[in-house]
């Protein structure tokens, strides 16, 4: 049975053991990793851009959800 992801979730720990969580929808079910990759990339880019390049992470944790 093979289980494929509709939503990419991060999950950021800052160096300051601020926390911040979150999720794109994306296009289609999805079980390749790359496209998981890029999702999670996108998300972890916004946040770096909206931090004007001052987020300084202790930790980055991925995961997939709404499971088909």
């Known amino acids: 049975l093979k289980n ?6 991060i999950k950021i720990k800052t160096t300051n053991f601020e926390v911040y969580s979150r999720t794109k929808t994306l296009d289609k079910f999805t079980d390749d990793t790359q496209t998981i990759y890029e999702g999670a990339k996108n998300l972890l880019v916004k946040e770096w851009n909206n931090s004007q390049g001052k987020l300084r992470l202790r930790l980055i944790g991925v ?6």
């Open 4 to 9: 494929i992801g509709h939503k990419v979730h």
């Open 63 to 68: 995961r997939v959800s709404d499971l088909k």
